[in-house]
Nanobody, 109 residues
Framework: EVQLVESGGGSAQAGGSLKLSCVAN????????LEWYRQAPGQARKLLSV?????RFSISHDDAKRTRILQINDLKTDDTAMYYCAAKCWESGHLKTYWGQGTQVTVSS
């Protein structure tokens, strides 16, 4: 069974930092790839890709805690969004995507 739990969101001031965590159960962390997405109000959900995201974003992992971490520095009001963790899992020959419940980030100026 795939299990994901995001945390770390909340309200913050522009220029501040937030650390979002995605904790997976053992099966998920072992079998699936974990990715971060965000969905701003009125917009489509978008992948936060390590290849294209701004330098103030960083993604890391803590294997001991089965956690994928998203660090956002120098927060901007445009970062206001719901942030989701996704597990991409190969199951029975098919790539399936499972979503966490999301964590809300609200940045004020």
């Amino acid at each position: 069974e795939v299990q994901l739990v995001e945390s770390g969101g909340g309200s913050a001031q522009a220029g501040g930092s937030l650390k979002l965590s995605c904790v997976a159960n053992e099966y998920t962390y072992r079998v699936c790839g974990l990715e971060w997405y965000r969905q701003a109000p009125g917009q489509a959900r978008k992948l936060l890709s390590v290849d294209s995201m701004e330098a103030r974003f960083s993604i890391s992992h803590d294997d001991a805690k089965r956690t994928r971490i998203l660090q956002i520095n120098d927060l901007k009001t445009d970062d206001t969004a719901m942030y989701y963790c996704a597990a991409k899992c190969w199951e029975s020959g098919h790539l399936k995507t499972y979503w966490g419940q999301g964590t809300q980030v609200t940045v004020s100026s």
